[in-house]
């Protein structure tokens, strides 16, 4: 499966961005997809995650009740709404599928990832 994502950019302290990651291939209901960081010089770091059907979803403690991630099959793509944005949350931020993985946080659990998009925020 491919993926790429889409939706980065620069917005201000306490503002709202919404990324994508589109999947290539007819299988993607079966994957499940997380979302992962990296900021400069940090390793990466797990962001949310939900498993193939939707109904269950994990947060890194850094992003709850800040950050959404949700899917729709039928258009292949999951999403990350994220609001309430703090510069520490500048980033690019990944999306990854796995099978199996029952909504892991671990990285090395998910075998596909996309190439990544930039999330910008200034304080």
């Known amino acids: 499966v491919q993926l790429v994502e889409s939706g980065g950019g620069l917005v201000q302290a306490g503002g709202s961005l919404r990324l994508s990651c589109a999947a290539s291939?007819?299988?993607?209901?079966?994957?499940?997809m997380g979302w992962f960081r990296q900021a400069p010089g940090k390793e990466r770091e797990f962001v949310g995650s939900?498993?193939?059907?939707?109904?269950?979803?994990h947060y890194a403690d850094s992003v709850k009740g800040r950050f959404t991630i949700s899917r729709d099959n039928a258009k292949s793509t999951v999403y990350l709404q994220m609001n309430s944005l703090k510069p520490e949350d500048t980033a690019v931020y990944y999306c990854?599928?796995?099978?199996?993985?029952?909504?892991?946080?671990?990285?090395?659990?998910?075998?596909?990832w996309g190439q990544g998009t930039q999330v910008t925020v200034s304080s």
């Open positions: 990854a599928a796995a099978r199996g993985a029952r909504a892991s946080t671990s990285g090395n659990d998910y075998a596909y």
């Open positions: 291939g007819r299988t993607f209901s079966t994957y499940d």
């Open positions: 939900i498993t193939w059907t939707g109904s269950m979803t």
